[in-house]
């Protein structure tokens, strides 16, 4: 059994350590040095350890608890950045109420973090035959680079993602592109209407376009049991010169959120049918993610669950995107289950440390169930 001083320390340990995202918060300290701490723990803790910079001062870490063959690997995974910090209780200086733990990173998701390492540590107590694989990754906040590189090098039966669920487990997000649309005009003097086309007024006619194809992807009846729909919206939009000038281009970013099944062709079909004045580029791609309810990794999660929270969790889908969409997409079925609390991206920041220790508890179950 772990205890709650153990716990507490190493989640306060973890979130001390400074792992702001560099790309998303300029100046932020990425992921080096908690990379290390997590490298130097796990090792001393028996796991065998690789630390790699995917890109410099971007960690990732990797501990195996080598089974004796011919089991399954689990794959855990949990990432190492942050988003940028905030004050008191979004800062690197934890602080401990009650069964609350504040600070920056608490809840997303040093606290998972915590939970799969001290997992992984026991399970090498349990003599398994398969892997357990703990994976500490970099810039989840941003890119996913670190996952990408796990994803596309370490080999696994399942991934469980250990990012703040609430104690609900995740089965299923959308996915989502993003998407830049350019008209163009004619640029003219502005009182030369005899030449002037005007790039910024056609961008009009795309956005009442855009906005009429989202209320037809919501009107979808009767749309995912657990996602609804597919959306779009419109980002960012860019054009024209000077006020006395008529605009030769205009260019508009857009985000569309996918539900599995959807192609990157037919969402690309279907904006360039419904705007056919503008020229469409894909710029950024990431899939949906949808697990079927009878894989492996789903049914030995609720059966450990069930025991220590007395009930078994709810199986929901989430509106927000992870990298468990990479693993699945690499042929892994994947899920995300983690602690409750608050403040995600936002202040104050806790995570409820009893969650923390349930949370390591089923893991460690799941992991003696599946890689047995
Ligand atoms: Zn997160």
């Known amino acids: 059994m772990l205890d709650r001083r153990e716990v507490a320390e190493l989640v306060s340990q973890l979130v001390s350590i400074e792992s702001v995202n560099p790309t998303l918060v300029p100046g932020g300290a990425g992921e080096a040095e908690v990379g290390r ?13 690789e630390y790699e910079e995917v890109e410099p001062g971007r960690a990732n870490v990797v501990g195996r608890v080598r089974g004796s063959g011919r089991g399954r690997t689990l794959l855990l995974n949990a990432h190492l950045d942050t988003v940028g910090l905030g004050g008191p ?7 401990v109420d009650g069964d609350r733990l504040y600070g920056r990173g608490s809840y997303d998701m040093k606290s998972g973090l915590a939970a799969i390492m001290l997992a992984a540590a026991r399970a090498r107590d349990l003599r398994l035959a398969g892997d ?42 959308r996915g989502f592109l993003w998407l830049e649309l350019e008209t163009q005009g004619v640029a003219a003097h502005g ?3 005899d030449l002037g086309v005007d790039a910024i007024a056609r961008m009009g006619h795309v956005l009442v376009a855009l906005e009429k194809l989202d209320a037809e992807l919501r009107a979808d009846e009767p749309g995912h049991p657990l996602l609804g729909y597919a959306s779009l919206h419109a980002s960012l939009i860019e054009g024209g010169t000077e006020l006395s000038t008529y605009p030769d281009r205009c260019v508009l970013k857009i985000e569309r959120r996918t539900l599995p099944g959807e192609t990157v062709e037919a ?24 697990t079927p309810r009878d ?5 030995r999660l609720l059966a450990n669950t069930q025991p220590l929270l007395g009930h078994a969790p709810e199986v929901v889908g989430v509106p927000y995107w992870t990298d468990a969409a990479l693993f699945s997409a690499a042929g892994i079925p994947s899920v995300v ?5 608050e403040g995600a991206h936002a202040e104050p920041e806790w995570v409820d ?8 508890e089923i893991v460690l179950a799941t992991i003696a169930d599946f890689c047995k």
């Open 353 to 360: 440390l009893g969650d923390v220790e349930r949370v390591a």
């Open 89 to 95: 209780d979004g800062g690197t200086t934890p602080r």
């Open 337 to 341: 289950f983690g602690v409750g609390g």
């Open 267 to 290: 969402v690309e079909a279907q904006i360039r049918a419904a705007a056919p004045e503008a020229e469409v580029r894909t710029l950024f791609v990431r899939e949906p993610l949808e």
């Open 295 to 299: 894989a492996e990794i789903v049914e």
């Open 37 to 49: 701490f997590v490298a130097d723990w796990l090792e001393r803790h028996g796991l065998e350890t």
């Open 191 to 193: 009182s030369r209407y």
């Open 132 to 173: 357990v694989v703990v994976t500490a990754v970099s810039d989840e906040e941003d890119r996913s680079l670190g996952s990408e590189r796990i994803a596309a090098t370490v080999q696994a039966d399942a991934a469980l993602v250990t990012e703040p669920t609430g104690m609900r487990l995740a089965i299923a997000h």
